[in-house]
Structure formats: structure tokens, C-alpha cells
Nanobody, 123 residues
């Protein structure tokens, strides 16, 4: 129901935009966001956008470089990633959590998970 896309191989300093398209249902009343998991590491929170007022939250490691947005008409959430660093290399997953869910750093409480999309940043 959540399909992520847009990953790829880029060089440090480049940009990518990830998309997460929802199908089969609407995700109104769900906050949407992104997590990532690097090889050998635990999954970690990246960004979140609320369903009603588009309030955004970011991990400190991406603040100022990444921007999350959503288009409710298209049932799609985006993650614009600028000034990419090698440490941003990971599989990125989109997720949806019902309003009121506690997100936490690993997203264990999320209601829906999307497919992952691999982002590889080379030096």
C-alpha cells in the first residue's frame, strides 16, 4: 500500500528526491514519514510530517538538508535530500502512523510500512 521510489547511486553533495505513493486507501489522519536503515545498523527515524497542518520533524542528522512534504491529493509523500553525505547511505522506508502514535527512533509503532528504496552516496 506504500510504494517508495527514487533511490539511486549519487555522489556526496548531490541531491535526490524520494517518493512514497499510497494506494488502496487514503492516509488522511495518518502522519507520514521516513526511516532508514544502514548496513549493520538499527533502523532510525529521518523525518515526519503531520496529516493536518503539515508540521514537520527531522532527525538532527538531516536537519537543514532534507525536506519532507506531502501531496494529499496524490496520496504521496516526498523526501527531498540535498547535500547528501556518505553517511546517508541506507535503505529508506516510508511509514504511516495514525495521528497520536508515538513515533520513536525506530518506528516500532507505525501502522504501515512501505517498500524500501536504496540510497547510496559515494565519496
Amino acid at each position: 500500500q506504500l510504494q517508495a521510489s527514487g533511490g539511486g547511486l549519487v555522489q556526496a553533495g548531490d541531491s535526490l528526491r524520494l517518493s512514497c505513493a499510497a494506494s488502496g486507501r487514503t492516509f488522511s489522519r495518518y502522519d507520514m514519514g521516513w526511516f532508514r536503515q544502514a548496513p549493520g545498523k538499527e533502523r532510525e527515524f529521518v523525518a515526519r510530517i503531520t496529516w493536518s497542518d503539515d508540521y514537520t520533524f527531522y532527525a538532527d542528522s538531516v536537519k537543514g538538508r532534507f525536506t519532507i512534504s506531502r501531496d494529499n491529493a496524490k496520496n504521496t509523500v516526498y523526501l527531498q535530500m540535498n547535500s547528501l553525505k556518505t553517511e546517508d547511505t541506507a535503505v529508506y522506508y516510508c511509514a504511516a502512523g495514525l495521528v497520536g502514535r508515538i513515533w520513536g527512533n525506530t518506528g516500532d509503532n507505525m501502522d504501515y510500512w512501505g517498500t524500501g528504496t536504496l540510497v547510496t552516496v559515494s565519496s
